[in-house]
């Protein structure tokens, strides 16, 4: 039984320990099992990307910092077989950066990269997640963290090779490639 999880992060400012959302969708056999959303006090108070996701400081000042959320988050990532993101090296980058402004241990599942994914799997160019989401007939609210971390999980589900019809993927091929 293959189990990963997609997550996405929004940000605040330009530092990787700035995650100010995180969107994470669990998958065991190839079936979405758990949504879940956290909005995420970031460690300043700048908040340069709201103009991207819309989130302010006033929507998350009251909100648990990284380091107070992970026993919640934590529990989503166990017994993964790995993570999944879109440009993986961004959010792979923040999850570390996180955890290591909080002492926690790195997770230790390697990433696949939805973008090397679909590059591989359908050959496509572009491959922004609005791009891959419309050739694929997937939902998309873009920088949506929830909805981001979802387009992830199914565009890994739509490349599952055991699927009828699909053309046969290696996921390690696409694991910590980006």
């Not at 460690?43 to 000042?61: E, K, L, N, S, Y």
């Not at 679909?118 to 491959?127: D, E, H, I």
């Not at 963290?145 to 009828?164: F, G, K, Y």
Request: proline fraction near 6%.
């Amino acid at each position: 039984m293959t189990t990963f999880v997609a997550l996405d992060f929004e940000t605040a400012d330009n530092g990787r320990d700035s995650a100010c959302a995180i969107g994470l969708v669990r998958v065991e056999d190839w079936q979405i099992t758990q949504r879940s959303h956290y909005l995420i006090r970031p460690p300043r108070p700048q908040m340069r990307f709201t103009h991207i996701h819309g989130i302010r400081w006033q929507d998350v000042a009251g909100q648990p910092s990284f380091g107070d959320l992970w026993e919640t988050i934590a529990p989503i990532l166990e017994g993964s077989d790995f993570l999944a993101a879109h440009n993986a090296s961004f959010d792979k980058g923040v999850l570390h950066a996180c955890c290591d402004a909080f002492e926690i241990s790195r997770p230790p599942q390697s990433f696949v990269c939805t973008v090397q994914l679909a590059r591989k799997t359908w050959n496509l160019r572009p491959t922004k997640l609005p791009d891959v989401c419309q050739f694929l007939g997937i939902s998309l609210e873009h920088h949506q963290a929830l909805s981001d971390a979802e387009a992830c999980a199914r565009i890994v589900i739509a490349a599952n090779p055991d699927q009828p019809g699909k053309k046969s993927v290696n996921f390690k091929d696409s694991l910590n490639i980006c």
